[in-house]
Nanobody, 125 residues
Framework: QVQLVESGGGLVQAGGSLRLSCAASGRTFSRYDMGWFRQAPGKEREFVAAISRGGSNTYYTDSVKGRFTISRDNAKSTVSLQMNSLKPEDTAVYYC??????????????????WGQGTQVTVSS
């Protein structure tokens, strides 16, 4: 089992930046593919970005490509999401998630076994 704790959320003006971090504890972090998801008020939770176990493969939803960057540090058991050029529509609770299956669909929420508690990101216009 792995425990995930997000941090770094907050209030920022449109065009600004935030860096979210997710710290993992428990089993070996490098065994897990990691994802970031978000849920805006009144909307379903959606995929944002994901990174493979070794960090060589990254995936993004179209709306954040070129603005967000996912990265990981397996030595520190952390995954980060650098968010630049933020827009009001990026406002949501952001969750990190981990999965250790043999077949990985990065954007598929049902594949992720472990989830953090979420961190709020609010972008003002």
């Amino acid at each position: 089992q792995v425990q995930l704790v997000e941090s770094g959320g907050g209030l920022v003006q449109a065009g600004g930046s935030l860096r979210l971090s997710c710290a993992a504890s428990g089993r070996t972090f490098s065994r897990y593919d990691m994802g970031w998801f978000r849920q805006a008020p009144g909307k379903e939770r959606e995929f944002v970005a994901a990174i493979s176990r070794g960090g060589s493969n990254t995936y993004y939803t179209d709306s954040v490509k070129g603005r967000f960057t996912i990265s990981r540090d397996n030595a520190k058991s952390t995954v980060s999401l650098q968010m630049n050029s933020l827009k009001p529509e990026d406002t949501a609770v952001y969750y990190c998630a981990a999965e250790a299956g043999s077949t990985w669909l990065p954007a598929s929420q049902v594949q992720y076994d472990y989830w953090g508690q979420g961190t709020q990101v609010t972008v003002s216009s």
